[in-house]
């Protein structure tokens, strides 16, 4: 595991490990999770996308448009 050194105001450091005790957990702890959404947030959306293009390749239309309404039909 690589460290690394962050800044920022020391009340706030102060309060967010008050916090961190409180939920028996450490601002460290918090910290990898955060990077962890933060990261995940991108790897899924392009993911998503990845997906949206693989079905673009499979669905042939014939050239012909939908409504909205016609795509949610059931």
Known sequence: MKNVTL???????ETARERARRERTTLNEQFRLWLERY???DWQAERAMRTIDDIHTRVRTGGRTFTRDQLNER
């Open 39 to 41: 990261v995940g947030a």
């Open 7 to 13: 800044s920022a105001d020391e009340r706030l450091i």
